[in-house]
């Protein structure tokens, strides 16, 4: 973070503005809304700091600045329009440990004026860094016409319960799944905003009554192959409300770092060859945790149906009784492929897309027969263990041995890596990809040259190719 967000109470704390113009107005409102004790100095004023004057709102101290007028401060504003006045308030400010903002000009500025959305007492704050002011008040905007104006009536609600709200429910998880339903009821803020005394009592007093403490439940939740944008809106608004998370190595950190931040995370990652965390202890820690009273979210890779074992982990909560339900996700074949500019399905390539697992171990796991037929599109997961088998076996059931391939490696985010060839280089070319890697087989590889959207952005990694 180059600034860390901070909301600062300035009730009655003395404040100092350099500027007595249109500029500096818009920030002695701010400043007057806030409630500080606010002085003004310029050579001269603008007729709305006269009448604040004469109000008794501001005091204004006339003539150029002066290093004096910071002492017993505690923030200043810079707001003139000659820039050598701008930067000597910012210099002795910092000499004076005085928090500094200068207009315009973020490099000399310790803190910044963020865009404010008011629903007191709830603010949102809007920063770019200085970088771009106009894309942070275009979200603002957006922002303003999204929250209701009573927000704020309902946040003072609330305010109100707290002590209540403790002595009510013991337990942590108990009280935040009260809030939860309490800001989520959208009739008791339609009464908060008509001033309905008798409604708002009358549905306050219910959720008092009603029971919080339900049985505990899972949710399966697929998070998408690594791009957090992937991530479903309805996953996000599980992950958000989890009491604990429990989550695998295909996750990704993005994704992660959308969790909600009290929320008891679980790694149990696995990789091939090196399983930390058992399947059947997986198992058994979604069937205590939800035991236990807590709203538990299994966090998994792609989509938790396509080799994620998700039914293999619901049918031992079914077993338990323990209710579930599924968030799909985007899967990693449609994520990776996408990102790849590689089309599973098309009219001259592909009249078909298979989905295999990558974990061959006999020549009978598979009908590689079948897979090696014309027309259709091959992905395989985790497949890299196995890469000269599905080479071998293919080309001995009769597909091409310049079919075309890819490996996607970290398909969809930052890192994301795409090796490039020919069926007859698919385990030289796997010898040199990293897990997770998805391996796509088929000619809709060769469409990659002209639809490869991802990595002509600046933030791909360069592609791997092999000839």
Known sequence: ?????????????????????????????????????????????????????????????????????????????????????????????????????????????????????????????????????????????????????HLGRLAQWGGTLRQRVKQRFARPEDRRRFWERLFAHDRLAQSLANNDDAMITSQTEALFASQTHAGGEVVLVGAGPGDAGLLTLKGLQQIQQADVVVYDRLVSDDVMALVRRDAERIFVGKRAGDHCVPQAQINQILLEQAQSGKRVVRLKGGDPFIFGRGGEELETLAAGGIP???????????????????????????????????????????????????????????????????????IAHGMAADTPVALVENGTSRRQRVLEGELRQLLALAQQAASPSLIIVGSVVSLRSQLNWFASREAAPELAKMA
């Open 324 to 394: 579930f339900s599924v968030v799909p996700g985007i899967t990693a074949a449609s994520g990776c492929s996408a990102y790849s500019g590689i089309p599973l399905t098309h009219r001259d390539h592909a009249q078909s897309v298979r989905l295999v697992t990558g974990h061959a171990k006999s020549d009978g796991d598979l009908d590689w027969a079948t897979l090696a037929a014309g027309q259709q599109t091959l992905v395989f997961y985790m497949g890299l263990s196995q890469a000269g088998e599905i080479q071998r076996q293919l």
């Open 1 to 149: 973070m180059d600034y860390l967000p901070i909301f600062c109470q300035l009730q009655h704390k003395a404040c100092l503005l350099v500027g007595g113009g249109d500029v500096a107005e818009r920030k002695a409102r701010l400043l007057l809304d806030a409630g500080a004790q606010l002085t003004v100095n310029a050579p001269t004023f603008n007729e709305q700091f006269q009448r604040w004057a004469e109000q008794g709102q501001v005091t204004l101290i006339g003539g150029d600045f002066r290093a004096k007028l910071l002492a017993e401060q505690w923030l200043v504003i810079a707001a003139t329009d000659r820039v050598e006045v701008n930067a000597l308030v910012y210099q002795c400010a910092n000499q004076q440990r005085v928090f500094c903002n200068v207009v315009d000009d973020p490099k000399r500025a310790s803190f910044i004026m963020p865009s404010i959305i008011d629903r007191s007492p709830i603010m949102v704050a809007v920063s770019s860094g200085g970088k771009a002011p106009v894309l942070a008040r275009l979200l603002r905007e957006k922002l303003e016409a999204t929250l209701p104006q």
